[in-house]
């Protein structure tokens, strides 16, 4: 696995990760996001549905949190999870949690991390979780970690102590790994760790950095109550400590304002449950992207749609602003976030455009709003199919665009765009951006 990078622009990293499975066939642009999966499969969707879909993200994320109760039938299978699920032909990265659920806390000791899967809580020692990584059959691992910081007033020592146990973890998966002969080629993530704290994340950063790790996770910066501010000050001090040719994925950070300023602090690589997560409230990401002018030249992205402008003007204002406090909406579920449109909403009864006018997904161009608001109303699970098909085309083609603007240096043109066309404020240095069009 290598990261070679193109270009950096406002500290954003244009590149690609190539060598990647096995074999070393596959490759994954960056910045990118991973396929969120459950058990293997994406959420309400069949493989044959899913690759209805194109540029689909080359790497598919699997949970250990889904998949260590299934530890002996995927040991007596013992074929590894992607002959398991049928999963098409894709690179398996295999993390510890699902970073769309929430894990209670408080079940952490020095040798073990406790998952939790549909029956229940399940702990794991670096024996156990070695042995399910053997059975996973994984391209990329995240390494064992204590990430348990991200509840807010975690205590200075609680952090010191969650970095202390990740790096002896990370000691211990590695011994293992080396002398598991069906872990040959996969490669390790290392974690970082240490909450809030800014000594601690330097530590934890440049410790783990000096481990033979293929990338990093950053790991513990995904709480609701941390604000972007101060997400992108210790991403910016950990990644800089981190060597430049090896990957940084940001661990459960996924709504589209945050993903750009943390790609600007350096971050290459997201997992992408947030579409998922806007699927099961019954909504569909509509926020617009499309900084092309020329449609015949568009390429990726979506049009800027009448209908779509229609709807932000309905929107009540969100002001997201650049510091810390309690504005930020907590990423749960239930919350709606401004980049998308609850279609359970009565004026959508006689909406009889595509969810996003100009989208190719299966979804938009065969259904109107209308549909799907009845579907949602009356519970069909068609509903979660065709919300999960666009609302996960509309989230990869946010990133292609994203790659797009790096690569015609129009970055700025891209986060007015998605910013302002979801009727946020982008409060930068005591000035708010102005209409570019
Ligand atoms: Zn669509």
Redesign the pocket.
């Known amino acids: 696995m290598k990261l070679e990078l193109a270009r950096v622009v406002q500290g954003c990293r244009l590149g690609v990760l190539t060598g990647l499975g096995r074999a070393g066939q596959h490759s994954l642009e960056v910045p990118g996001c991973l396929l969120y999966t459950r058990c293997g499969s994406v959420p309400h969707l069949t493989q044959d549905t899913l690759h209805t879909l194109s540029n689909l993200p080359s790497v598919t994320q699997l949970t250990l949190s889904t998949l260590a109760e299934h530890q002996e039938v995927l040991e007596e299978f013992n074929e590894g999870v992607r002959k398991f699920a049928g999963l098409h032909d894709t690179v398996l990265y295999c993390s510890l949690h699902d970073p769309a659920t929430l894990s209670p806390t408080g079940h952490i000791t020095n040798k073990t991390v406790s998952v939790w899967g549909s029956g229940g809580r399940i702990e794991l020692s670096v024996d156990k979780f070695m042995a399910l990584q053997k059975a996973v059959q994984p391209d990329l691992y995240q390494s064992m970690a204590d990430g348990e910081t991200w509840p807010s007033n975690t205590s200075r020592k609680r952090v010191r102590k969650s970095v202390d146990r990740t790096l002896a973890h990370l000691d211990e998966c590695l011994l293992l790994h080396h002398k598991t002969q069906e872990l040959k080629g996969v490669e390790v993530l290392g974690v970082v760790e240490g909450g809030d704290v800014m000594e601690e994340r330097v530590r934890s950063a440049r410790e783990t950095a000096k481990r033979p790790v293929g990338g990093f996770c950053l790991d513990g910066l995904q709480s609701a109550a941390m604000g972007q501010n101060l997400r992108t000050q210790l991403i910016t001090a950990v990644i800089k400590e981190l060597p430049e040719d090896k990957p940084r994925l940001l661990q459960g950070v996924g709504r589209p304002d945050q993903v750009l300023s943390c790609v600007e602090a350096g971050v290459d690589l997201f997992e992408s449950f947030f579409p998922y997560q806007v699927t099961e409230r019954g909504c569909?990401l509509t926020f617009t992207f499309n900084i092309t002018t020329d449609p015949e030249t568009s390429g990726t992205g979506?049009q800027a749609a009448p209908t779509v402008l229609k709807l932000d003007e309905d929107k009540p204002e969100v002001n997201i602003v650049e510091n810390d406090g309690p504005d930020h909406l907590p990423e749960d579920q239930s919350s709606m976030t401004p980049f998308e449109i609850n279609l359970k909403d009565k004026r959508f009864r006689d909406d009889f455009g595509?969810?996003?006018e100009g989208?190719?997904?299966?979804?938009?161009?065969n259904h109107q709003r209308a549909y799907l608001h009845h579907l949602l109303v009356t519970n069909e699970l068609l509903a979660g199919v065709l919300l999960m098909?666009?609302?996960t085309?509309?989230y990869c083609a946010f990133f292609s665009a994203l790659r797009g603007a790096i690569a015609s240096n129009r970055l700025e043109h891209l986060k007015e765009r998605v910013l302002k066309g979801s009727g946020m404020v982008l409060v930068r240095e005591g000035a708010g951006l102005t209409d570019g069009q």
């Open positions: 569909a979506v595509p969810l996003v989208c190719g997904c299966y979804c938009c161009k098909l666009h609302n085309a509309h």
